[in-house]
């Protein structure tokens, strides 16, 4: 018997999430098609974190390809989640929001490119306040304005997720990819057992949090488009399909709406658990995302 | 925060790639190693972590006594053991070597 018949897929895959994020990036531009745009040699680092004693990263963070998916221009944006939990500051989101802006020059030029976003993040950096705020208000702005012309998609593969102002620029994209091991919502699980009381979000009951802001139950509910294994191929396969495919029909946040009237008809005299909520929202009235 | 600066004049052997290995979180550090334009090896290392350069020119010093590129190496360290420091720089040079 040979050796690929006995280990089974699972094990032979190439786990994505225990990439970094230049390797993930990397891994899903077409080979010998990118390079490596305001690159950790170039040191443009967070001027505010040694300030507050904290080490900076020589590429904030934030890591850059340009090249080709599936053989059309695209721009690759990863966030680094192991890196202050893969947090917005000053000089990660313009890098971000001059990247997209490019793509969105190009585009109008007659060059259409894509963007692919690799969200480990949850949100605005503290530490760089006001600017990290900015930075996630001009990332919204820059994606609404390349959506008009070529296709925006977000991977959330884990582990860190998609939370805070960055969950709502995911929800601005054209796609949404996510494992089952990823995670989106506005607020983070501690940041509402903080707020609102264990009584309201039980924080380490990972079990509640994924069967709300996990991959299974948000693809489940159609506010994301794919659920694909933690498997490097899948995830390149998912990201290639979606850049061929172009614009959506109708972008998801453009469908006001649907979702005011989903909210609407939502009956919280009692709770709702995920499962009833998934089958009553993913109907085939969704036109965005899910083709 | 605390930034420390090392030389090492005896290694000279030139190098012409660049290696960038790691993460600044916790526990770890990021490397930059590169051509050195002076010709021979300088370290600067930011880290997090204050009052550990007499741990910091010890890896240093056992480094360069088995390593001779003339190299400039950076570090962004967030508290990374001197085993990992040794393992990033091992890593570096791995890439930088092939």
């Known amino acids: ?291 | 925060m605390e930034q420390l600066k090392f030389d090492y004049p005896s290694a000279v052997r030139p190098v012409t790639k660049r290696a960038h290995v790691g993460v600044v979180g916790s526990g770890d550090m990021e490397v930059l190693m590169q051509p050195a334009e002076t010709g021979a090896a300088q370290v600067s290392i930011l880290t997090s972590v204050n009052g550990f350069g007499a741990s910091w020119k010890a890896v240093m010093d056992r480094f360069f006594a088995k390593y001779d590129g003339a190299v400039r190496i950076d570090i962004n360290d967030a508290g990374a053991t001197p085993g990992s420091v040794m393992l990033r720089l091992e890593q570096a040079v791995e890439v930088i070597e092939k």
């Not at chain 1, 390809?65 to 599936?70: F, V």
């Not at chain 1, 001009?138 to 991977?155: D, F, G, K, N, Y």
Request: proline share 4%.
């Open chain 1, 1 to 291: 018997m040979s050796a690929t018949s006995v280990i089974p897929a699972f094990v032979r895959r190439h786990s994505f999430i225990e990439l970094d994020a230049r390797a993930r990036a990397q891994s899903l531009m077409d080979p010998g098609s990118w390079r490596e745009l305001v690159g950790p040699f170039d040191q443009i680092e967070s001027p505010w974190l040694p300030m507050q004693g904290i080490a900076p990263q020589s590429d904030d963070g934030c890591v850059v390809l340009k090249g080709t998916i599936a053989g059309k221009p695209t721009v690759l944006i990863a966030l680094e989640g192991k890196f202050q939990a893969g947090s917005m500051g000053e000089v990660s989101g313009a890098k971000m929001t001059a990247a997209l802006d490019l793509a969105t020059q190009d585009s109008q030029n007659g060059k259409k490119t894509a963007a692919v976003l690799l969200l480990e993040t949850g949100g605005v950096r503290l530490q760089e306040a006001n600017l990290g705020l900015a930075v996630i208000a001009e990332v919204m702005a820059s994606i609404l304005a390349l959506r008009e012309h070529a296709p925006v998609i977000t991977v959330i593969a884990g582990t860190v997720g998609c939370f805070g102002g960055m969950s709502i620029a995911a929800g601005l994209s054209s796609y949404i990819v996510m494992t089952v091991e990823a995670r989106l919502g506005l607020n983070g699980p501690e940041v509402i057992e903080q707020e609102s009381g264990i009584e309201e979000f039980d924080s380490s009951d990972k079990a509640l949090i994924w069967a709300i802001n996990g991959g299974e139950q948000r693809v489940g509910m159609g506010v994301a488009d794919e659920l694909v294994l933690d498997d490097a191929e899948k995830i390149a396969a998912s990201v290639q399909h979606y850049v061929k495919a172009g614009l959506p029909r109708l972008h998801r946040s453009k469908q006001v709406e649907l979702y005011r009237e989903r909210i609407a008809a939502l009956d919280t005299s009692q709770q709702i658990d995920p499962l009833t909520l998934r089958e009553s929202w993913n109907s085939k009235t969704n036109q965005g995302g899910a083709r």
